[in-house]
């Protein structure tokens, strides 16, 4: 790859710290449990924010195994969709954590690809109640982000951190990837 369309990727790739759920992207991606009924964390406060009837819309999709992901309207939200995903709990890293973590990210972007959405901001998933190590997290996501930046050249990723210490760290994460 050529060093102009390494700073292409990266000038589509951002770092923004705040609360998800203000985002008026094209999609919105929720770190859900596999029920996809709505819990803690940032799903909460995506369901909060949503509105009834995310929840209602989520009861019929049947659920969601780790490592893939469904797609629903955005309802009360900015964002016009909500892509759910299902992170894998952590569980030491022997049990194939970092693998679904990734399955994670391109199964959102291969939904973000059919249905033609162009701006996707993520959460950092699995790495609150999951417990998935941020730092190891943060290089799945900024790896699997420039990938599909390079297969697509209108997508457009934003990774949402939560905090100061998440977004430094995801800054660092792409200067290591520059
Ligand atoms: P998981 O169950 O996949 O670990 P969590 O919701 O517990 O998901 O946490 C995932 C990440 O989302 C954590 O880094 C947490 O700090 C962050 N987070 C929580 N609420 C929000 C929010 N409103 N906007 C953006 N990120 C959030």
Redesign the pocket.
């Known amino acids: 790859m050529s060093q102009g369309d390494h700073s292409d990727l990266l000038a589509r790739l951002s770092v923004w710290q705040?609360?998800?759920?203000t985002l008026a992207t094209d999609a919105i991606v929720n770190?859900a449990?596999s029920s996809l009924l709505g819990?803690?964390?940032?799903?909460g406060?995506i369901h909060r924010a949503a509105g009834p009837q995310l929840r209602a819309f989520c009861a019929t999709l049947g659920g969601c195994p780790a490592g893939e992901a469904r797609l629903s309207p955005g309802f009360g939200l900015a964002a016009r969709h909500v892509i759910h995903t299902v992170?894998p709990v952590w569980r030491g890293g022997a049990h194939g954590e970092a693998t679904t973590l990734a399955a994670c990210y391109r199964a959102c972007f291969d939904i973000a690809h059919a249905q033609g959405l162009t701006t996707l901001a993520f959460?950092?998933?699995?790495?609150?109640?999951?417990?998935?190590p941020?730092d190891a997290a943060a290089t799945i996501a900024v790896r699997e982000s420039m990938s599909a930046l390079a297969a697509r050249a209108d997508l457009k990723v934003t990774l949402?951190a939560?905090?100061a210490a998440?977004s430094q760290l995801y800054e660092q994460t792409i200067a290591r990837f520059a």
């Open positions: 705040g609360d998800i759920t770190a449990n819990g803690g964390g940032v799903d406060a992170g959460p950092a998933i699995s790495c609150g109640i999951f417990g998935f941020f949402v939560y905090d998440a």
